[in-house]
């Protein structure tokens, strides 16, 4: 099954049928009705495949990642284990969307150890709410969807989609993962079980058995040993095992030889009053090889927050080099599905 979002137009609709190539295209119409059109140029999967589900985007291209039945459900166990999730007492809601595997893990997680489970066609503040109120214990959100309920209604959040807000509540557990690991693997700074994780030059590079097979073109990103480097920078605590995650290595910005990670500085502006939403990513600067600059929704446009206020802001916590050195006030900012700023719309 290769899931769809719905709000694709149909050019961008064309191209990811032509590069995933599956065998026909079903459509539930309003109605209830289905509709099944055969598709030219289809390719097989082998035997044991699952998924295939499109990458984000937030980095180029969108890969088709197979995801075989015996990896979703070593995602389902270890994820369920760590939460502790009960078939008889819990249930999921699943309202992000499920054309990404941060909405669609919910669903095969349920499925797969018996768990109760509430789909809806998307985040609805008011759904949401009532579906907690209404039995549903567990949920997966993204931090923009945190903010817009209570979170005391459930029992426990997964959040994905990109940096956890600071002011998170205990039960809200900030999970890291991508399509390729069939969804978070690291929740709250700690491997699953059955998960490796190790660093190499400084980047992450994980392991398990809910690892992608290949991707839709037959290539896969796996070394011979079955690790998947992520393109991620961080590090693992050597004695504890604890794994902190600095960050996309195309991310970092080096402003007169500092290095700068801009979830650290967009974590901190987060916290001003004025501050809705942001964006942190290096600009070319003559003098300082890249200059901090901070893309900000403010939360009154006409009152938006001065350079100097946020300078001062970031360096009540953070070295002086991690203020930013521009600010642009933006009335929104690119985003995936699920959160993920595009910073590779706005450098």
Known sequence: MLPIDTRLPRPALDVLLATMAPDELVEIRPN???LR?????????????ALVVATSGTTGTQKGVVLAHDAVAASAL??????????????????????????????????????DLEVHDGFDAGRA???????ATHVSLVGT????IDPALFECIVLGGSAPPPDRPAHAVATYGMTETGSGIVYDGWPLDGVEVRTVD???HVRGPMLLRSYRDGTSPLTD?????????????????????????GDLIITGGENVWPS????????HPAVAAVAVVGRPDGEWGHRVAALVLPVDPDAPPSLDELRDHVKATLPAYCAPREVEIVADLPRTALGKVRRTDIA
């Open 32 to 34: 209830g009705n289905i």
């Open 37 to 49: 059109t055969p598709l030219d140029r289809a390719r097989p999967v082998e035997p044991g495949d």
């Open 78 to 115: 270890a994820t369920s284990t760590r939460l502790d999730v009960d078939p008889d007492r819990h249930r999921w809601l699943a309202c992000l969307p499920l054309s990404h595997v941060g909405g669609l893990s919910v669903v095969t997680r349920a499925l797969h150890t018996g768990t």
């Open 129 to 135: 709410t009532e579906a907690a109120r209404h039995g």
């Open 145 to 148: 969807a945190l903010s817009r």
């Open 202 to 204: 400084g980047e992450l």
């Open 225 to 249: 040993e079955g690790w998947l480097p992520t393109g991620d920078l961080g590090e693992v605590d050597a004695d504890t095992g604890e794994v902190r995650v600095h960050g996309r290595a």
């Open 264 to 271: 650290t500085v967009e974590a901190t502006l987060s916290t």
